[in-house]
């Protein structure tokens, strides 16, 4: 099986602009969740999509979003880019049964705002 | 809610030398407990897992238990290499959560194995 991909890799933005990334998870998996990882911050979650149903949501402003496809691809959205929006955005995804609590990492989205 | 507390990195050995992270969580109930791994320049990737108490999770050469006496899920490993050298996060998923799980991650601690 393909592995959860992200794209894109690396992404330069400046302050004020919006940026969308996109996640697609491992096959059959139904679950994606986001993570915002920066050196001060740790890792950070972000937000969990079930079947195209935001379930669970971390403590992040309306800035950032997300959405989840009928073919459980996801994609996050951040608006009004800040400085400190800078950071490494990981995308996990996780099946069903004994291994939904296992969460498979795709690389990340390496986004720096100027 | 939940919490997991990882010791502070960075955490500097010779290789062979023995491995041991700290790492202990508040929960109710009876989470499911992993270490995952992040090498420079990737995504984290699952190390070992346990899902209940006693359990040993292991896989290359690292252990950890499942020890709910002392809420801890301590990483070990006999004889580090060179190639260890990574961050490791502690992380653990609410039990009974119904699917509706929101895993919960350490801060990571960062290892570096110097020849």
């Known amino acids: 099986k393909a592995g959860v991909t992200q794209t894109p890799r690396y992404l330069i933005k400046t302050r004020g602009q919006q940026v969308t990334l996109s996640c697609s998870p491992i096959?059959?998996?139904?679950?994606v969740s986001w993570y915002q990882q920066t050196p001060g911050q740790g890792l950070q979650f972000l937000f969990e999509y079930f079947s195209e149903t935001q379930r669970n949501k971390g403590n992040f402003p309306g800035r950032f979003s997300g959405r989840q496809f009928s073919n459980s691809r996801s994609e996050m959205n951040v608006s009004t880019l800040e400085l400190g929006d800078s950071a490494l955005y990981l995308c996990?995804?996780?099946?069903?049964?004994?291994?939904?609590?296992?969460?498979?990492f795709g690389p990340g989205t390496r986004l720096l705002v100027l | 809610g939940n919490s997991v507390t990882q010791m502070e990195g960075p955490v500097t050995l010779s290789e062979e030398a023995f491995l041991t992270i700290n790492c202990t969580y508040t929960a109710t109930g009876y989470p499911s407990l992993f270490w995952y791994v992040q090498y420079p320049g990737e995504g984290l990737q699952l190390l070992l897992k346990a899902t209940k108490a006693d359990d040993k999770g292991s896989n290359k050469g690292f252990e950890a238990t499942y020890r709910k006496e002392t809420t801890s899920f301590h990483l070990e490993k006999g004889s580090v290499q060179v190639s260890d050298s990574a961050v490791y996060f502690c992380?653990?998923?609410?039990?009974?959560?119904?699917?509706?799980?929101?895993?919960?991650f350490g801060t990571g601690t960062k290892l570096q194995v110097i020849p």
């Open positions: 096959s059959g998996h139904r679950s």
């Open positions: 996990a995804s996780s099946g069903h049964g004994a291994n939904q609590e296992t969460q498979y």
């Open positions: 992380a653990l998923s609410p039990s009974n959560s119904g699917g509706y799980q929101k895993v919960t």
